[in-house]
C-alpha cells in the first residue's frame, strides 16, 4: 500500500521509526492533489507552499528532540467554512469570494496545536446547504468511486479528499447529516460529535443550533484520534460544553461487552434502497457474531423530522446569513440605486438558489403570523424527537440504521426536486436536532460499485462508547481498506 | 389641571449606556469618543464564524439598576435575536430580550407639584447599542459612513408605564433615574454623549360633553437630545394632539401609533410616518447564548450592595440633620461622596446648617471652579468641620473665615494655625471693645443722632468704623451688643 492509502495512525507511525519525513509525505500527498484533483475536484485552495514549511517545520523539531503534538506532520483537509487567518475562506460562495479571515477557527488552533499540516480548503454546498456539493458556487466535487456521481455534501470535498487519497484526515461540518451522508457516499469514516463537544467558533455559522464540526477519517481509530484533538471547552463559544474529554485513542480499541443494539422500526421502512437494508441487515449480523443482542426500538416522531429541521435550520440561517449585506465586507454590487437596492442585488448576485431558497423559508417560518404554526410548533416537535431517543436508550447502547437511503445519485439528478433532496437526509437529521454523536461506517456496497455506509447514534457525551462499538465492526470487516481506483 | 380640557399621558421609554469597561458580548472598549471603527472586533462587527459571549459584569450592573427601580428579578431570563436591516448593525439582527426580561413590574417615586407619585415601570431589559450612521445632511449626495465603535455597548431599556401626566413630570422622571443611576454608577446618564437616550409616548384625553374622555393616537416622540427638549416637545406635542383632535376627532385605535421626530431649531414635532402595522423582528430565541440563572444568594448579594438610595437618603437627611427637601436636593444632586463628606464635616463640626452652608457654597463653588470631585478636594471633612468649631469659638465673622478658607486650601493648613498665620485675633476683649466703641460713637454724631429718631440701620455705619478699626478682627456680635448699650445709656 501506498503511503498515501494508509491511515493517519498508520503514518505517525511511519513518521516516529523514520520511514518517511513529514516533508516528503506532504510532497507525496501534494502531488495526490496535482494528478487526482482535477477529476475530483475536491480542494478550493491547495496552500502548497504553507504545507511544506509546515512539514519541514515538524521535521526541524523532530530532529532536534523537541516535543512534538499528536498530529505532527500529518496533512489535514479543512471544509472552507472553517475560518483560517490570513487564508481565503468562502463557504463555497461568491459572496466570501475574496473574503480572508483575521482569525483561525478554534479547531483550526488545536489542529495547529497538535502539528497539523494543514493542507487546503475543502469544497462544499454554499454555507453548507445541501447534500451533494452541486451548490457551490464554484465547482461540482466529484465521488471518486464514480466520476459521474456526487460526493454527498455539504461536507463533499472533504469527504472526496480522503476517499480519493490526497488527504488522510479531514474536518468537515454536520448540521443535518454534512459530515455522515458524504462518508457513506464515499466509503470514509464520518463522526458527528454531541452538540456542545466541539467548539464552534470559527465555524461560519448556518444553524447554530445544529450546526458541529465532524471528523473524516479511513478509519475510526483515526476518527478517534482527531476528535480527541479538537474536542474540549472553548469559552469562546457559550454553547461549547464544559466537560472533561476522554482519551477516544486509547479507548477506542476495547469492545462494549455486553452490547445492545437498538434498531428503529421506522428506519427500515418504504423507500430504503434494497441493497441498502441487505448492507446493513448484515452489519447487525456481525455484530450478532460479535456477542451483540439486537432489539427492535421505535422513534415514533421520525417522519417529522424533515420538516423540523427544514424550519429550525432554515429560521436560524434566515438570521445568521443576513450579515452577508456588501456593507462592511464581502461582496457589494457595483451599481445600485439606493441602500434596499444595494442590498437586494448584493445579495441577489451572491448567493446561490438554494441559499436563496433557505433564506425566504426560514423568514416565513418565523414572520409575524406564521411563527407559532411554523417555528415555534417545530421546536416542540424538536423536544418529541430528542424525547424519542432518550426512551430508546434506556434499552440499548447503541441505535444502529443505515446512513441514507440509497448510494451516491448521479450528479444533476436532483437538481430541480429540492424537496427529494431534503428527504434523503432523513436518516441523518435526527441526530443533529437531538444533538447526539453519530458516525457513519462504510459497511459494503452496491453492485454498481458505489460505497454503503452504517450510522450508528449513541446518547449525548458518549463518543466513546460509539467509536468503541464502531470499531468492533471494523476490525471484523474490511471494508474501511478498500480504496477508489485511481 | 383642572382648568384644561384635556389631560396628557406620557409613557417613557428610556436607554442608558451602562458603565462598563467593555461591550456587551466582546471584550472592546466603551470609551466614548474614539477615532471611528477603531473600538471594534471580529465579534462586535459580526464577522463569519464569530460568536458572542456575554460580559457577566453587565449583567450584575443591569440586576442593580433593576432592583434599584423596585422591579422583580426573572430567576430564569434569556436573550432573543431581533431581525432587521441596517448598516449600524453588523449583523442585521440585535441581540436583546423579547418574551423573558430579566426584570418587570417595578417602580420609581418623583416629587410633583401635588406631593411624591410613584410611576410604574413595566420592564427593564438588556440589550446590545448599534452604531452611528453620519449622513451627508445637505443632501449633496455623498455616501453615508458608518462608525461601529458603539455598537455592542450594553444598553439598559427602562420602559414606564403611562403614569407620567406632564412635562415636568416627565422631566423629573427623567432627572431620578439619572440621580439614581449616576449614584449606583451603573451609567452616567449623559444626554449630550448619548448614555442616555429617551422617547416619548405621548397622547391625551379630551373632555367630551358627556363627562367621559376621548383619547387620541399616541405618538411616539424621538429624537430628543436632552432633558429641556423632552418637556418642550411634550408640551407642543399634547397641544398639536389637541388641535389636530378638534380638527378630525380621530380617536386611539382607529389609526395606528405614530412616529414624530422633534425639531430642536423650530421646536415642533413632524410625524414621520403612520405605519400600518408594526415592524415584523421575526424574534427568536439567540441560540449562540445560554439563558441566564439567577440565584436567591446572587440576588441578595447584589442587593446588600444597593446602598442608601436617594428616595431613602433625602428622608434621612431631612430627619437627621433638620435640613429642608431643598436643602438636601442640593446635597443629593451631587452624589454620595458628597453627601458622606457633609455628614463627616457635620458630625464633627457638631453643626449640621453650618456644615450645610460651608458646603453647598464654599466647597461646591471651589470644586466647581477647579473641576475636582469631592474626593480630590484638599481640605478633608475634619479639617473644614475645625474651621467651623473656630469660628463658633472664636465668634470670626464670615467674611474673614472665608480668608481663612482660602489660606488652608491654598497651604492645607489647619484652621487655628491658619488664622495664626494670617495674624486674625478675634478681639473679644469687653473694655477695649468699649473703648472702641465710645470712640467710633463720639465720632459719628449724625449717625448717632439718626439712631436716635428711630433709624435703627444707622447704628450700622458706627460698627463699621469700630471694624474698620479694628481691621474686622473685633467679635462682631459683641460689637452690636456693646453698641446698643451704649446708645441706649448715651
Request: glycine share 8%; with cysteine; proline share 5%.
Amino acid at each position: 500500500m501506498s503511503l498515501t492509502d494508509r491511515t493517519a495512525l498508520e503514518l505517525l507511525d511511519a513518521l516516529a521509526r523514520g520511514e518517511t519525513t513529514a516533508e516528503a509525505l506532504t510532497a507525496e500527498y501534494l502531488q495526490v492533489i496535482r494528478s487526482r484533483d482535477p477529476q475530483i475536484l475536491a480542494f478550493l485552495h491547495v496552500d502548497e507552499a504553507g504545507a511544506l514549511e509546515q512539514a519541514r517545520a515538524i521535521d526541524m523539531r523532530r530532529s532536534r528532540g523537541e516535543p512534538l503534538g499528536p498530529l505532527a506532520g500529518t496533512p489535514v483537509a479543512l471544509k472552507d467554512v472553517l475560518c483560517t487567518r490570513g487564508r481565503p475562506t468562502t463557504c463555497g460562495s461568491r459572496i466570501l469570494e475574496q473574503f480572508v479571515p483575521p482569525y483561525d477557527a478554534f479547531v483550526v488552533s488545536r489542529l495547529k496545536e497538535a502539528g497539523a499540516v494543514l493542507i487546503g480548503k475543502t469544497n462544499l454546498d454554499e454555507f453548507a446547504m445541501g447534500s451533494s456539493t452541486e451548490n457551490s458556487a464554484f465547482q461540482i466535487t466529484r465521488n471518486p468511486w464514480d466520476l459521474k456521481r456526487i460526493p454527498g455534501g455539504s461536507s463533499g470535498g472533504s469527504a472526496a479528499a480522503v476517499a480519493a487519497g490526497e488527504v488522510p484526515l479531514a474536518l468537515g461540518t454536520d448540521t443535518g447529516g454534512s459530515v455522515r451522508q458524504p462518508a457513506a457516499l464515499c466509503g470514509v469514516v464520518g463522526l458527528k460529535p454531541t452538540y456542545g463537544r466541539v467548539s464552534r467558533f470559527g465555524l461560519v455559522a448556518f444553524a447554530s443550533s445544529l450546526d458541529q464540526v465532524g471528523a473524516l477519517a479511513h478509519d475510526v481509530a483515526d476518527a478517534a484520534l482527531l476528535l480527541g484533538i479538537i474536542a474540549g471547552h472553548d469559552s469562546a463559544d457559550s454553547t461549547s460544553v464544559d466537560r472533561s474529554v476522554p482519551d477516544y485513542h486509547a479507548a477506542v480499541e476495547t469492545p462494549v461487552q455486553p452490547l445492545t443494539i437498538g434498531l428503529p422500526t421506522e428506519y427500515f421502512g418504504g423507500g430504503l434502497d434494497r441493497e441498502v437494508e441487505s448492507a446493513v441487515r448484515d452489519a447487525v449480523r456481525v455484530y450478532q457474531k460479535l456477542g451483540a443482542t439486537v432489539r427492535d426500538v421505535s422513534l415514533p416522531h421520525t417522519p417529522h423530522a424533515v420538516a423540523t429541521y427544514y424550519l429550525v435550520a432554515t429560521a436560524e440561517a434566515s438570521s445568521n446569513l443576513a450579515r452577508y449585506d456588501g456593507v462592511h465586507f464581502g461582496y457589494r454590487a457595483k451599481q445600485y440605486d439606493n441602500l434596499i437596492d444595494m442590498y437586494a442585488k448584493t445579495r441577489g448576485q451572491a448567493f446561490g438558489q438554494e441559499v436563496k431558497r433557505r433564506i425566504m423559508l426560514g423568514t416565513y417560518a418565523l414572520s409575524s403570523g406564521y411563527k407559532d404554526a411554523y417555528y415555534l410548533k417545530a421546536l416542540k416537535v424538536r423536544r418529541l424527537i430528542r424525547d424519542d431517543f432518550d426512551q430508546a436508550f434506556a434499552g440499548c447502547d447503541v441505535i444502529v440504521g443505515p446512513t441514507t437511503p440509497a448510494p451516491a445519485f448521479r450528479i444533476g439528478e436532483h437538481m430541480d426536486d429540492p424537496l427529494a433532496m431534503y428527504l434523503s437526509d432523513i436518516y441523518t437529521i435526527s441526530a443533529n436536532l437531538a444533538g447526539l454523536p453519530a458516525i457513519s461506517i462504510p459497511c459494503g456496497f452496491a453492485r454498481n460499485g458505489l460505497p454503503i455506509g452504517l450510522q450508528l447514534h449513541a446518547p449525548p457525551f458518549e463518543e466513546e462508547k460509539l467509536l468503541r462499538v464502531a470499531r468492533m465492526y471494523e476490525r471484523a470487516t474490511d471494508w474501511h481498506r478498500r480504496r477508489p481506483p485511481r | 389641571m383642572p382648568d384644561q380640557p384635556y389631560h396628557t399621558v406620557i409613557g417613557l421609554e428610556v436607554h442608558v449606556q451602562l458603565l462598563t469597561r467593555t461591550k456587551l458580548f466582546c471584550g472592546c472598549s466603551t470609551q466614548f469618543g474614539l477615532p471611528p471603527n477603531s473600538a471594534t472586533c471580529p465579534i462586535c462587527t459580526g464577522l463569519p464564524g464569530v460568536l458572542p459571549v456575554m460580559n457577566r459584569a453587565a449583567f450584575d450592573l443591569a440586576l442593580k439598576a433593576a432592583l434599584a427601580l423596585n422591579c422583580q428579578i426573572a430567576s430564569f431570563t434569556k436573550w432573543d435575536r431581533k431581525n432587521y436591516f441596517y448598516p449600524d448593525l453588523p449583523k442585521n439582527y440585535q441581540i436583546s430580550q423579547y418574551d423573558l426580561p430579566f426584570s418587570h413590574d417595578g417602580w420609581l417615586e418623583i416629587e410633583t407639584g401635588e406631593g411624591k407619585k410613584r410611576i410604574g415601570i413595566i420592564r427593564v431589559h438588556l440589550e446590545e447599542d448599534a452604531g452611528k450612521m453620519l449622513h451627508d445632511e445637505q443632501g449633496g449626495g455623498r455616501e453615508s459612513l458608518v462608525d461601529l465603535n458603539r455598537t455592542g455597548t450594553p444598553l439598559l431599556e427602562i420602559v414606564s408605564q403611562p403614569d407620567l401626566r406632564s412635562p415636568e413630570q416627565a422631566k423629573a422622571y427623567l432627572e431620578e433615574i439619572r440621580l439614581l443611576l449616576r449614584e449606583l454608577e451603573v451609567s452616567d446618564c449623559e444626554m449630550q454623549e448619548g448614555s442616555l437616550r429617551c422617547d416619548a409616548n405621548v397622547n391625551i384625553h379630551v373632555l367630551q360633553p358627556d363627562g367621559a374622555t376621548a383619547a387620541t393616537p399616541i405618538v411616539e416622540v424621538k429624537n430628543l437630545n436632552s432633558f429641556r427638549a423632552v418637556e418642550r416637545a411634550i408640551r407642543y406635542e399634547a397641544k398639536r394632539q389637541y388641535d389636530e383632535f378638534q380638527r378630525t376627532g380621530q380617536r386611539m385605535g382607529e389609526v395606528s401609533k405614530a412616529t414624530a421626530g422633534w425639531d430642536e431649531d423650530r421646536g415642533v414635532t413632524i410625524i414621520q410616518r403612520r405605519k400600518e402595522e408594526a415592524a415584523d423582528y421575526r424574534y427568536f430565541p439567540e441560540p449562540d447564548l445560554v439563558p441566564v440563572r439567577v440565584s436567591a444568594e446572587e440576588l441578595a448579594q447584589v442587593r446588600a450592595s444597593l446602598g442608601e438610595l436617594p428616595a431613602a437618603q433625602r428622608v434621612r437627611l431631612q430627619q437627621d440633620y433638620a435640613l429642608t427637601a431643598k436643602d438636601v436636593d442640593v446635597l443629593i444632586q451631587q452624589g454620595r461622596p458628597f453627601v458622606a463628606y457633609f455628614e463627616e464635616v457635620a458630625r464633627r463640626a457638631g453643626d449640621a446648617k453650618e456644615a450645610n452652608n460651608w458646603v453647598t457654597n464654599e466647597v461646591l463653588r471651589t470644586l466647581n471652579e477647579r473641576k475636582l470631585s469631592i474626593k480630590d478636594f484638599p481640605l478633608s471633612a475634619e479639617a473644614l468641620a475645625g474651621l467651623i468649631r473656630q469660628r463658633s469659638q472664636t465668634g470670626l465673622n464670615m467674611q474673614r473665615t472665608r480668608e481663612v478658607f482660602a489660606r488652608m486650601l491654598e497651604t492645607g493648613s489647619s484652621a487655628e494655625q491658619a488664622i495664626k498665620e494670617l495674624g486674625f485675633e478675634v478681639i473679644a476683649d469687653e473694655s477695649r471693645l468699649r473703648d472702641l466703641v465710645r470712640k467710633a460713637i463720639a465720632a459719628n454724631a449724625k449717625a448717632v443722632a439718626d439712631f436716635k429718631k428711630g433709624k435703627l440701620k444707622a447704628a450700622d455705619a458706627i460698627k463699621g468704623a469700630v471694624m474698620r478699626e479694628t481691621r474686622g478682627m473685633a467679635r462682631t456680635e459683641l460689637v452690636q451688643q456693646i453698641l446698643l448699650d451704649e446708645l441706649k445709656n448715651s
